[in-house]
């Protein structure tokens, strides 16, 4: 069982924001994804027996502490200039290697090079990976060969941000943020791939009138936190004629959760990389950067015995260097459409409710003809589960009622490539025809918009024995973190009629 971060009271600024940004797509949604958003924490304390406890209720915070800043470029810094220090070294003191998994190994674990017998701590609160012993061994080594070999040495040099809390994506960028292509600060994308630097993004599908449904931040239990989890989310896609979908998973969940991310793997569904503790790939170093994905990396091949190639960074935190050591590592970058982020990291209680309808009325809209798009909804906890699956049943319903004129495909289908290394490309499905047109708009030159959301953060601590415990007696105080979200501009038009349901 994974600690892992849960939702908190959302502000009233927040909601306000989100209801007004809300009102302002519905000709042109706009997007929000986890960077400056919704007020998470992660709490610890001393456990009487190893096994993990998480959050099952928020606490409750009497008023919403003052707005801070989104993410906002600092003064540039020349590249190859020191690192600000970490924010994060209590945390990091904290961190030990971790034992073997519990489950037993894919036949493919033994063949893969320098598999690991020992990991790093899957404890998110305790910070990115950074034990020296994690990040000089042969795994990490043999993977900076392959970047040092393949990137050049000014990309590699580019000035680190720092990352102001765990778990949350607001930063500040100390480089040249328009010409590093930044994405937190204005949704800059690398639509042309650079040879011998980096990769294209993969933002959208060619294909008219498709979604690419992909889910990050899994696997969840109920085990961890009563309510919706993983299980029930691959329930519900099963009961929609078996629909494949594309998860990108974290490391250190995957460590608890071996099991189901099998049984989802076996399910049909695409398994890429998020990274092992979802740190802000921007302020780490280059070693942390490849120790972070490689390791995520070996557990998913040790757990289902396939090597993925596709990876997401958490928080959309990404600049010119992390794209380049992606791409040294041979993954694609999948990001998502502007205007097709289901918000559920940035909504939370008071009321839940109020919160989760406003969601799903933000993903109606999306219900139109047009260009193929990719969306980005959430397995972090009950509530964005429970969003993510509210969604999938207006789908559904639609879909009944013969007004759903999208077809929903994996990032594989939307892009004619495997999601493992040495597999077959899955088939795409055949697009849905619709008799009504979509206006698409011509996108404006440059960056698109600057965010919109504003981070939220609670200063009281958790102190209800529903805290989670993590499987390493730690101080009880609260570590308060938020998993941020961005609004970004919009894509599409939204010009045509949206599912009733």
């Known amino acids: 069982m994974a600690p892992f971060r849960s939702i908190l009271t959302a502000s009233a600024v927040a909601a306000s924001l989100f209801l007004s940004a809300s009102a302002q797509q519905t000709a042109v949604p706009s997007s929000v994804e986890e960077v400056g958003g919704s007020p998470m924490i992660i709490a610890t304390a001393a456990a009487a027996q190893p096994t993990p406890v998480v959050v099952v209720k928020p606490p409750t915070v009497a008023a919403p502490p003052p707005a801070a800043a989104p993410a906002t470029p600092a003064a540039p810094v020349a590249p190859g200039a020191a690192a600000p220090a970490s924010p994060f070294a209590a945390a990091i003191a904290l ?56 990137v050049p040495a000014a990309l590699l040099a580019l000035p680190l941000s720092t990352q102001k809390e765990l778990a949350h994506g607001e930063t500040t960028y100390h480089g040249d943020a328009a010409a590093n292509c930044y994405w937190p600060i204005g949704q800059c994308f690398r639509d042309t791939a650079v040879a011998g630097s980096y990769p294209a993004d993969v933002h959208s599908c060619p294909q008219p009138n498709t979604w690419t449904f992909t889910i990050d931040d899994g696997p969840t239990s109920a085990v961890d936190e009563a309510g919706l989890s993983t299980a029930d989310l691959t329930a519900q896609l099963k009961s929609m004629n078996n629909q494949a979908t594309t998860m990108f998973i974290v490391g250190s969940q995957t460590y608890y959760h071996a099991d189901i991310v099998q049984t989802s793997y076996a399910a049909g569904h695409e398994i890429g990389v998020h990274t092992w503790t979802h ?94 798009f990719i969306s980005l909804e959430h397995n972090l906890g009950v509530f964005t589960t429970t969003a993510t699956i509210g969604i999938l049943k207006q789908v559904q319903a639609a879909q009944a009622a013969g007004t759903f004129p999208l077809t929903l495909q994996t990032v594989g289908q939307c892009i004619s490539k495997s999601p493992y290394v040495g597999l077959a ?65 919009a894509v599409f038009a939204a010009v045509v009629a949206v599912a009733a349901l």
């Open 95 to 150: 961190q030990t290697v971790s034992p073997d998994f519990a489950n037993p190994a894919s036949a493919a674990a033994a063949s893969y090079p320098n598999m690991p017998t020992s990991w790093p701590d899957p404890n998110q609160g305790h910070g990115p990976i950074s034990l020296p012993a994690l990040l000089g061994s042969p795994l990490v080594l043999a993977g900076m060969a392959k970047v040092k070999a393949a």
């Open 279 to 372: 740190p802000a790939l921007t302020s780490l170093t280059n070693e942390q950067i490849v120790a972070e994905i490689l390791y995520a990396e070996a557990a998913i091949v040790r757990t289902i015995g396939v090597q993925p190639q596709f990876f997401r960074p958490p928080f959309g935190d990404v600049d010119d260097r992390v794209r380049a050591i992606v791409g040294a590592l041979g993954y694609t970058m999948v990001m998502w459409s502007p205007s097709n982020d289901d918000t559920s990291s940035d909504q939370a209680d008071p009321p839940a409710a109020t919160a989760a309808a406003a969601i799903q009325t933000l993903a109606s809209t999306w219900f139109h003809a047009g260009p193929g």
């Open 425 to 489: 490309a899955p088939v795409a499905p055949v697009p849905a025809v619709s008799t009504v047109k979509a206006s698409v708009p011509t996108p404006a030159a440059g960056v698109s918009v600057a965010p919109k959301k504003v981070p939220k953060t609670v200063s009281a601590p958790v102190s209800s024995p529903s805290a989670i415990v993590d499987h390493v007696p730690i101080p009880t105080s609260a570590t308060i973190v938020n998993v941020a979200n961005l609004a970004v501009g």
